[in-house]
Structures are given as C-alpha cells and as structure tokens.
C-alpha cells in the first residue's frame, strides 16, 4: 500500500479509532525504548510505572491510585441565578465554563482529584510543601481555580492569571465571595509586555512581591521564569511549584535554572506520560512538578 493511500485512508477513519492507534504506537515506542536501556539505568519509579503500562491503556498517570475515583461519585450542581454548573470542593462552589455539559465537568474534575490526589506526579502541595496564613499566591494557568480554592481561606491574597476568556466568568463566580483578596486576570504570562501579554516582574513592579508561585503554562513555564527574573532573584521565602513535563528537557534546565538562583529543589513522585505529538520523544517518563523553596534572598 502506498504512503498516499495509507494517509488517506487514515484521514477517513473515525477521531476515536485514529486516537487508539496512536495510543497504541506510543504505548509500544515507550516500552521498547525503556526496554533498550541498561537495566541499572532504569530506577524503581519508572520501572513501576513501566510495570502497570504492560498491563494498561496508554494514560498520563501510570500508577494504580487512579483507579480510585469514579466520575459516578461527582454530582453536579446548577445555579439557576448564573445559569453555571458547579460542583463542590470541600463545602465551597467551583464553577465550570458556561457551555460545559454535566458529563464532561464530571470527567473534568475527577481528572483534577486524580491530579492532586497524595500519590500523584502532578500534585503541587505537600504538608511541607504548603502554603500558609500571610502568602501571597500567584497561579498561573489557573484554568477552574481548584488550587486557589483550596487556600483561600488561608492566604493572604491571590492573582489568577487565565489566558482562556471563557474561564473567566467561571473564576469570577466561584471567587465572588472573596473579591476582597482575590484578583483575576484574563493575560499570557510571559517574558515580553504587549498587547494581552505581560511579565510578572512588569505586573508586580508596584504591589506587593508574592511569596509562592505556581505555574502549569502548557509548555511556556520557560518564558514565566524569564518574565520573573528580577522578582525570582530578590524575593525571600519563595516557593515556586512548576510544571516539568510538557517538553523533555524541561525538569533539567529548570532544575539548573533555580538552583542557580539560591533554591532547593525537589521534585513530585512518580512520573507521568505527556503524550503530545510536537514533543512526543525520550525521556518519554517526566517528573511532574518540580518544588523550588528559597529562604533567603540571594545577593
């Protein structure tokens, strides 16, 4: 069969065929690329990691704590005044973007509990990785808010920055009973100031510093850091909580980038798949978050 047929024929097949084949291709180049490492060269994690992706589906979080939660046991609300759907974490209402339906808020946020849950690669906080009554919270990529809303009641103030305009009018609902300490903004961040885009440095140049950051930018955290140079530098008792996993290189040169600037860094346990085409390749298993603490600024 010739290259043109098999891409036409590809094209023609239904999204969720072509998405099984393409689960199925990159399960296998994941497991013989780990299978062509030295033994030694592959630590427990990945190989319990490499252990449960024998015997299961290609997904994000290789461990068995997924299996824990059940899209069943989420009930969905409506406010009939707003016309937005919500759920409730932990007694407070987080709100969902106006056309979600309830099947994919209960798919939605299920994600989110696996995602934070205590085993899990991506979670950001840890008992002493936490934040406390005087912080200053900035959360970029806020997306639904879950993080904010479970430390609102704690902090002192919080900046949501949002790039997706349509997580707006669900952030403003859920934080409405905090606008006081609560501030939203609907920007890239990033390295440069111009049109809807702006550094945190350019932001912050007239308020008050934070003292933990925490930052999911779908693969621009690169560009967070450098847009916060001068405030990542100077500020003491900072603690920055950071996605590792969109590009390959990214939990190594992130690693080196804060260490150079007087932090201490750990990482998430476990590892997770990010299985995005564009930089689909080895280590194809990533530390999810990266915990950076400094506390002391450096000269």
Same mark, same amino acid.
């Given at each position: 069969m010739t290259l043109e047929r098999k891409t036409s024929l590809y094209s023609i097949t239904p999204k969720f065929i072509r998405k099984w084949i393409n689960n199925r291709q990159a399960k296998r180049a994941i497991l013989e690329y780990y299978a062509g490492l030295p033994v030694a060269s592959v630590n427990s994690e990945e190989k319990a990691a490499l252990d449960y992706l024998k015997d299961n589906k290609l997904c994000v979080f290789p461990y068995p704590f997924q299996h824990n939660y059940k899209r069943t046991s989420i009930t969905v609300y409506k406010d009939n005044k707003l016309k937005l759907k919500y759920i409730l974490q932990d007694g407070k209402r987080l709100y969902f973007k106006r056309k979600s339906s309830s099947r994919g808020?209960?798919?939605?946020?299920?994600?989110?509990?696996?995602?934070?849950?205590?085993?899990?690669?991506?979670?950001?906080?840890?008992?002493?990785?936490?934040?406390? !009554?005087?912080?200053?919270?900035?959360d970029v990529g806020a997306a639904e808010g879950n993080l904010a809303l479970s430390v609102i009641e704690k902090v002192k103030k919080i900046y949501l920055f949002e790039t997706d305009e349509k997580w707006i009018e669900a952030l403003k609902a859920t934080f409405s009973p905090w606008q006081d300490k609560v501030e939203i903004i609907n920007k890239f961040v990033s390295h440069k100031?111009?049109?809807?885009?702006?550094?945190?440095?350019?932001?912050?140049?007239?308020?008050?510093?934070?003292?933990?950051?925490?930052v999911d930018a779908e693969g621009s955290e690169n560009e967070v850091l450098q847009g916060s140079e001068t405030l990542i530098t100077a500020v003491p008792l900072l603690k920055i909580a950071l996605c590792s996993y969109h590009k390959p290189n990214d939990e190594k040169d992130f690693k080196k980038?804060?260490?150079?600037?007087?932090? !201490?860094?750990?990482?998430?346990?476990?590892?997770?798949?990010?299985?995005?085409?564009?930089?689909?390749?080895?280590?194809?298993?990533?530390?999810?978050?990266?915990?950076?603490?400094?506390?002391?600024?450096?000269?």
């Amino acid at each position: 069969m010739t290259l043109e047929r098999k891409t036409s024929l590809y094209s023609i097949t239904p999204k969720f065929i072509r998405k099984w084949i393409n689960n199925r291709q990159a399960k296998r180049a994941i497991l013989e690329y780990y299978a062509g490492l030295p033994v030694a060269s592959v630590n427990s994690e990945e190989k319990a990691a490499l252990d449960y992706l024998k015997d299961n589906k290609l997904c994000v979080f290789p461990y068995p704590f997924q299996h824990n939660y059940k899209r069943t046991s989420i009930t969905v609300y409506k406010d009939n005044k707003l016309k937005l759907k919500y759920i409730l974490q932990d007694g407070k209402r987080l709100y969902f973007k106006r056309k979600s339906s309830s099947r994919g808020i209960k798919r939605n946020y299920n994600y989110l509990l696996i995602e934070q849950d205590i085993n899990s690669p991506h979670r950001y906080l840890t008992d002493t990785f936490n934040l406390s !009554t005087n912080d200053i919270l900035v959360d970029v990529g806020a997306a639904e808010g879950n993080l904010a809303l479970s430390v609102i009641e704690k902090v002192k103030k919080i900046y949501l920055f949002e790039t997706d305009e349509k997580w707006i009018e669900a952030l403003k609902a859920t934080f409405s009973p905090w606008q006081d300490k609560v501030e939203i903004i609907n920007k890239f961040v990033s390295h440069k100031n111009e049109d809807n885009h702006v550094s945190l440095d350019e932001f912050f140049k007239d308020k008050e510093a934070f003292s933990f950051l925490k930052v999911d930018a779908e693969g621009s955290e690169n560009e967070v850091l450098q847009g916060s140079e001068t405030l990542i530098t100077a500020v003491p008792l900072l603690k920055i909580a950071l996605c590792s996993y969109h590009k390959p290189n990214d939990e190594k040169d992130f690693k080196k980038h804060l260490a150079e600037r007087g932090f !201490t860094v750990s990482h998430s346990s476990g590892y997770m798949i990010f299985p995005e085409p564009l930089t689909f390749y080895p280590p194809y298993l990533r530390r999810g978050i990266l915990r950076a603490e400094r506390s002391i600024a450096i000269s």
